[in-house]
């Protein structure tokens, strides 16, 4: 089972990068890294997804190191808008036929942007 | 597009009582998952489909039961109730395997047990 572990809240304000680092140290060799965002009474949002090395998309970057036992989600320039709780998700579930599946969830970090 | 839907938003039941709630996707995903959410503990996999007409255990599947007898639903069911399944339910599916693809996520089922 990969636990994972995230810090519980950042603070950051707008405009400023905000690294958020996910440990994962039993990580499995087919297991994918996710992160999630997540407002107030919704369900999580995706938000980026990558194996190894780095992945960018419009919204965000992830950085994974060789040994993949982390992640960070680097989030450029933040707004108000973008505070919420991020989750680290890393895990597979099996194909059907009776093992049982693991999608691990962090606990999340709960970001506050201020002004 | 409606997305995921879940029914019902809001749930209060005694314990004991049973229930059933109900996840559909329009997306023709082949994966869904039911979640369940409890301040401080993230996310957690009860159960999940890989396709229609199967169903598998995720982390947390006791005191629970599911169906998924046609693609787009997937049902959770609750036989005797209790306090400790008080919590926020959410659906979710995905094209393929979790870790793979998107998860699509409904907006949420709160269920209290008195």
């Known amino acids: 089972l990969a636990k994972t572990t995230q810090p519980i809240s950042m603070d950051s304000y707008e405009g400023q990068e905000v690294n958020i680092t996910c440990s994962h140290n039993n990580i499995a060799t087919n297991d994918y890294i996710t992160w999630y965002q997540q407002f107030p009474s919704q369900g999580p949002r995706f938000i980026i997804q990558?194996?190894?090395t780095k992945v960018t998309n419009e919204v965000a970057s992830l950085f994974i190191p060789a040994d993949r036992k982390s992640s960070t989600l680097s989030l450029p320039r933040v707004s108000l808008s973008d505070t919420a709780v991020y989750y680290c998700?890393?895990?597979?579930?099996?194909?059907?036929?009776?093992?049982?599946?693991?999608?691990?969830f962090g606990k999340g970090t709960k970001l506050s942007v201020k002004p | 597009n409606a997305g995921v839907t879940q029914t019902p938003k809001f749930r209060v039941l005694k314990t004991g009582q049973s229930m059933t709630l109900l996840c559909a996707q329009d997306?023709?995903?082949?994966?869904m998952y039911w979640y369940r959410q409890d301040p401080g503990m993230g996310l957690r996999l009860i159960h999940y489909?890989?396709?229609?007409?199967?169903?598998a255990k995720g982390e947390v599947p006791d005191g629970y039961n599911v169906s998924r007898l046609k693609k787009q639903n997937f049902l959770l069911g609750l036989e005797s109730a209790a306090p400790s399944q008080t919590s926020v339910y959410f659906c979710?599916?995905?094209?393929?395997?979790?870790?793979?693809?998107?998860?699509?996520f409904g907006p949420g089922t709160r269920l209290t047990v008195l």
């Open positions: 997306m023709n995903h082949e994966y």
């Open positions: 489909s890989v396709g229609e007409g199967t169903t």
């Open positions: 979710a599916s995905s094209a393929t395997s979790g870790s793979l693809n998107e998860q699509f």
């Open positions: 998700l890393v895990g597979d579930i099996a194909d059907y036929g009776g093992s049982q599946g693991n999608l691990i």
């Open positions: 990558g194996y190894k």
